[in-house]
């Protein structure tokens, strides 16, 4: 990495993220010289990487700095001597999301963005897509950092660590900056001025809290958020916030994860998918609207602030988490920050060579976690599970494995075992084909032995 101009890459460029990015990047204007900003993206995404590229052009040159905003759909080009490399793309953009939802809610199963058969699949189609962009950098900037923020987190990191052989990859999820300002509005202290550890993996972590004085929190935080009395508000802007069971939480004596919802309450969350699903109003398609909305605001040749809104959207901070971790590395700032990287023994529980999802502080030389070490019972034995389910994803993504994607599903809890999770699987790989190229050989098998599975998948899909 240069010690000078910095060059940074944003794949995904056209994302609706992109202007808390550029905003967050203004904000350390100080701290990170950098003189060019590259947005890449995909033809199919040039039009939104045309407008919000115009907008970040306006929110630069309003900040009155001379950094260089390159707009491009050759994505070597944008990495060309990159110095940081920052990834935030959804393959088959949004309506690969719909997909991932609505088939498994018609069968009454949960469908969702990164957990269950949708989760699953979202990983099947950017494992593949991530180590192509690894196999670039390798040639083009073998130096490079690459922070990563495209979901599932967690699994995308550990197939860029693991399987891409790019140990300076740090995954970012904005999950754990709202348990934060949670924990410090509860308790009525400033964030600074509390200390957190969370460990577990992407999306299925836990937590705990001390003050400065050294009192561990973390019982009264549980009794104030999950507490009897409580109205529990989740912080997530894109998942339902059913309360948790106060006498399960407190037997943990951990903080949750919003996720865990998806399984400690799994009939709840489930039942209010469906009636989402039934009523045309799944997450994905909400999202796609606020997404439209935003996009023309973006229009705007007057704008040049990132508006309001984008905190509509699910992922409000991640950008800012990215600039911190950018500017933290940069500048051995050491920051705090919630990572995915390697466990290397954090947690004991979990595969010493396998990602995992922890507190610690953001050096020159990347990520250096605090030991967790154990979980009690009860969380060991869901986390291991899930893990060796990751683990499962990620084969089958990069191997187009079939029967690896089948033993995920089964393993999965969110998705029953059996026929219908063949069913499911055979339904999406059907669904997302023109994104599954290592699955080719399978998704022919099931074209010509399952007419019935494409004309289902077919007729569900004109209703989007």
Aim: charge should be negative.
């Amino acid at each position: 990495m240069s010690r000078g101009a910095l060059k940074i890459a944003t794949i995904g460029g056209g994302s609706s993220y992109t202007p808390e990015l550029i905003e967050g990047y203004i904000k350390r204007k100080d701290e990170l010289p950098i003189k060019e900003i590259w947005l890449v993206d995909i033809e199919a995404g040039k039009e939104k990487l045309e407008t919000v590229g115009a907008m970040a052009k306006r929110m630069v040159k309003a900040a009155g700095l001379d950094w260089e905003v390159h707009l491009t759909l050759d994505r070597r080009a944008a990495l060309k001597d990159a110095d940081f490399v920052s990834t935030q793309f959804r393959v088959g953009l949004l309506d690969a999301r719909i997909k991932d939802e609505r088939i498994p809610l018609s069968h009454g199963v949960l469908g969702q963005e990164t957990n269950g058969a949708g989760g699953m699949f979202k990983a099947f189609r950017t494992i593949p897509v991530i180590l192509g962009i690894i196999e670039d950098m390798k040639e083009l900037c073998p130096d490079a950092w690459l922070v990563n923020f495209t979901n599932p987190a967690g699994m995308v990191t550990e197939a860029a660590i693991k399987h891409g052989g790019w140990k300076k990859t740090a995954g970012l999820c904005n999950v754990p900056i709202g348990h934060r300002k949670q924990a410090s509005e509860k308790l009525g202290i400033p964030e600074e001025d509390l200390f957190f550890k969370f460990a577990g993996i992407n999306h299925f972590h836990w937590h705990r809290v001390w003050d400065k004085e050294g009192k561990e929190r973390t019982q009264e935080l549980i009794d104030l958020i999950y507490g009897p009395q409580e109205e529990q508000e989740s912080h997530l802007k894109n998942i339902w916030d059913a309360p948790y069971h106060y006498e399960q939480i407190k037997d943990l004596g951990l903080l949750p994860c919003g996720y865990h919802r998806y399984y400690y309450i799994e009939d709840e969350m489930l039942k209010h998918s469906i009636e989402e699903f039934e009523k045309g109003e799944t997450r994905a398609q909400v999202v796609k609207e606020t997404e439209a909305r935003l996009f023309e605001l973006y229009k705007d040749p007057n704008l040049d602030y990132k508006p309001k809104e984008l905190e509509q959207r699910g992922g409000t901070h991640y950008s800012d988490a990215a600039c911190e971790l950018i500017a933290s590395i940069y500048n051995d700032k050491r920051t705090d920050m919630v990572v995915s990287t390697e466990n290397n023994g954090t947690i004991t529980d979990l595969p010493y060579d396998c990602v995992v999802e922890v507190s610690g502080p953001v050096t020159a030389h990347g990520h250096e976690p605090y030991n967790w070490g154990a979980f009690p019972p009860a969380a060991r034995g869901i986390i291991q599970v899930m893990k060796g389910m990751e683990e499962t994803v990620i084969r089958a993504a990069i191997n187009g494995d079939y029967g690896a994607a089948l033993h995920a599903f089964t393993i999965n809890p969110l998705v029953p075992g059996g026929a219908m999770a063949k069913t499911l699987l055979d339904e999406l790989l059907i669904a997302h084909k023109d994104h599954l190229p290592n699955f080719a050989e399978a998704i022919a098998k099931i074209e010509v032995e399952q007419p019935d599975t494409v004309a289902y998948v077919t007729e569900l899909m004109k209703s989007n």
